[in-house]
T-cell receptor
């Protein structure tokens, strides 16, 4: 079973520029999450999708961050314009829907963003 | 109330020793408590998890101890090996979301 795929793996941009990250979850996983992991901290949930609908985006800075999940499969996370404090690793995770297996989140390798 | 507090921030253990990482939570609605292991440049990977109706769960060298009344849980790594050197995160699940602790950087000296 292929894991969660993310691209790019690394990105360096200047502040005020825009950037987009892509995630392809495990096949058949209905729930998709985007997390922000700042160096030395645990992952912080940004947004949760169930199929192509948003379940929770309460911690997403909506003035600059946006996310979508087209057709309930792949997802993109965009930052526009980026700030220095957005430097972090952006992790995508997915889970199957229903039952105890839905508790287990499978993470991708992340995209390391550096804003200069 | 949504926080999970993890300690210590860093831990150095000799090969063959026992590594112990502790977490505490406040929200009694949490229903699932996983531990994740993260190597540099990789995403977190599920290591072991426990539900609050169980006081202990063991998988190989890894054991979770869970104290519901104290709202605390801990990870014990027996016979710690250099390959266990990584960052460990505890987490708690509530309302279909995971809340993570701050992480513990574990170093096993050979």
């Amino acid at each position: 079973e292929a894991g969660v795929a993310q691209s790019p793996r690394y990105k360096i941009i200047e502040k005020r520029q825009s950037v987009a990250f892509w995630c392809n979850p495990i096949s058949g996983h209905a729930t998709l999450y985007w997390y922000q992991q700042i160096l030395g901290q645990g992952p912080k949930l940004l947004i949760q999708f169930q199929n192509n609908g948003v379940v929770d985006d309460s911690q997403l800075p909506k003035d600059r961050f946006s996310a979508e999940r087209l057709k309930g499969v792949d997802s993109t996370l965009k930052i526009q314009p980026a700030k220095l404090e957005d430097s972090a690793v952006y992790l995508c995770a997915s889970t199957p829907s229903g039952g105890l297996s839905s508790y287990e989140q499978y993470f991708g390798p992340g995209t390391r963003l550096t804003v200069t | 109330q949504q926080q999970v507090k993890q300690s210590p921030q860093s831990l150095i253990v000799q090969k063959g020793g026992i590594s112990i990482i502790n977490c505490a939570y406040e929200n009694t609605a949490f229903d699932y408590f996983p531990w994740y292991q993260q190597f540099p440049g990789k995403g977190p990977a599920l290591l072991i998890a426990i539900r609050p109706d169980v006081s202990e769960k063991k998988e190989g060298r890894f054991t979770i101890s869970f104290n519901k009344s104290a709202k605390q849980f801990s990870l014990h790594i027996m016979d710690s090996q250099p390959g266990d050197s990584a960052t460990y995160f505890c987490a708690a699940r509530g309302a279909q979301k995971l809340v993570f602790g701050q992480g513990t950087r574990l170093t096993i000296n050979p």
